[in-house]
């Protein structure tokens, strides 16, 4: 059985520390932050698809091609070292080097990760002085501040862990992330770092975590803007003692349902801590012709502005579903959709349906939405998951740089 822990995040599996410090790059709040395992651990990673990838990124993506171990992830805030050429790629290579000597690791066994301002230099001397500042430790508070040190925009720290027994051993997998604004996944397009104390190679774990990418954090939108920097990076230590994982392990899918809770779990804050969002939207498809094209009419419509406006004003207007609904790239009969808000049924076989007016705005003012849609043309499913688009988020983002 898979049981939720309230409280631990990225340390709640066995042999990680974390921490993080104020090292003055941004005003007063934490901004520079690590993950370290006692050993090295296996490691898989995906990576934002833009093409404009961000310096950190070329460095992790080297020092993963070695052997596939990280022992440490060192993250900044304040600053994305993205579009920063030759200077911001060194500037990355030498984040690497100055926590390989600080902590005693291999420089190839350290992950790179940054947020924040695109095409501004990082203040190296200050990020010299975080690193060196770092303890990481134990204790949920160490975990909170590697939680606080990696944010932008966001408004709370995101973090999760759910724990099963496998081979009669407590695995336990953990994760922290980041994301508030820039969240229109094509492979991550956010900052995610999962660790577990599993027993599983980087070619396993690689496997496991491109395939519920697809499902949780690439299902998630919130303006439809893609970043530069943006990655979701899993740690395995093997502490837990289990035997090794693979698809041929009978528990196998205790695994892989362990981590896709938590990166469901990550990727659905993302979405609720939107820019200025008011609501968490959550939209699930049925009957379409697979699961694929009923996750693109998910995300179809949940990164609709006018179904998120419309959310956001409260007002059921169907119409903007239906009309997100016939732009995604899926067959569509427009004989046979069905669509209901919450429980309340709003069209059915594409008619429309006789409802209260009052009852569906009561719903709308509620925290979470839920919208589903069915095709009825096949048998595929799928769910997307985002926010609602209001005032704050225009003011937010017009003056992100003062």
Not at 234 to 251: I, T, W
């Amino acid at each position: 059985m898979i049981r939720k822990i309230d409280a631990g995040g990225v340390l709640s599996p066995k042999g990680f520390r974390a921490g993080g410090v104020h090292a003055g790059l941004r005003y007063s709040k934490l901004d520079v932050g690590i993950i370290l395992s006692e050993t090295p651990a296996n490691c898989a990673a995906v990576y934002t698809t833009s093409a404009f990838q961000a310096a950190p990124i070329i460095v992790t993506k080297d020092s993963i091609s070695k052997e596939g171990l990280i022992q440490a992830v060192i993250v900044n805030s304040a600053c994305a070292n993205a579009c920063t050429g030759q200077q911001g790629l060194d500037d990355a290579y030498k984040m690497r080097s100055l926590t390989s000597k600080a902590f005693n690791i291999a420089e190839h066994h350290i992950a790179v990760a940054s947020t924040g301002v695109i095409g501004e230099f990082l203040q190296m001397d200050k990020i010299e002085t975080g690193i060196q500042a770092l303890n990481p430790g134990l204790l949920a508070e160490n975990a909170e501040e590697f939680q606080t040190a990696i944010l932008t925009t966001d408004t709370v720290m995101k973090s999760s862990c759910y724990q099963a027994e496998i081979d009669g051993k407590p695995v336990s997998v953990g994760g922290a992330a980041k994301g508030s604004g820039m969240i229109h996944p094509n492979m991550a397009t956010m900052l995610g770092f999962i660790t577990t104390d599993a027993n599983i190679s980087s070619e396993h774990l690689s496997v496991a975590l491109k395939e519920l990418t697809d499902v949780t954090f690439n299902q998630i939108t919130v303006d439809g803007d893609t970043s530069t920097n943006d990655m979701v990076l899993v740690m395995a230590n093997g502490h837990a003692g289990n035997e090794p994982l693979s698809p041929e392990h009978p528990e196998w899918p205790i695994f892989i349902q362990l981590l896709k809770e938590n990166c469901e779990s990550l990727a659905k804050q993302i979405a609720r801590d939107g820019e200025g969002a008011t609501k968490l939207v959550e939209v699930s498809v049925i009957g379409a012709v697979s699961n694929e094209e009923a996750r693109a009419v998910a995300k179809q419509i949940v990164g609709s502005n006018l179904v998120k406006t419309a959310i956001y004003g409260a007002d059921a207007n169907w119409g903007r579903i239906i009309g997100a609904v016939g732009q995604a790239n899926a067959f569509v009969n427009p004989d046979t959709v069905d669509i209901k808000l919450g429980s309340m049924e709003l069209l059915q076989a594409s008619n429309p349906l006789i409802y209260s007016e009052e009852q569906a705005k009561a719903y709308l003012e509620q925290e979470k939405i839920e919208i589903t849609v069915n095709l009825n043309v096949g048998s595929g499913s799928g769910m997307a998951w985002g926010c609602d688009l209001s005032y704050d988020y225009v003011k937010i983002n017009a003056s992100y740089r003062t």
